[in-house]
C-alpha cells in the first residue's frame, strides 16, 4: 500500500512539474508586446506557403 501512495505520489510530483515547466519556461524578458506580436502575424500572413517541387495547383 505504502508503495502504490509513493508511486501516486511521484506521478503527481511529475504532472506539477511538466505543468510548471510548460507554463513559465518561456523567453527570458517575458512575452513579446502586442504590437511585435501583430507584426510578426502580418509578416507571416504576407508570405505565401513554400510548395513543393513539382506540384501543381
Request: aromatic share 8%.
Amino acid at each position: 500500500m505504502t508503495l502504490l501512495l509513493l508511486e501516486a505520489l511521484g506521478a503527481l510530483v511529475l504532472l506539477v512539474f511538466i505543468v510548471w515547466w510548460t507554463m513559465f519556461s518561456g523567453r527570458q524578458k517575458g512575452e513579446l508586446p502586442d504590437s511585435v506580436e501583430q507584426e510578426k502575424r502580418a509578416a507571416a500572413d504576407q508570405k505565401p506557403p513554400p510548395q513543393r517541387p513539382g506540384t501543381r495547383d
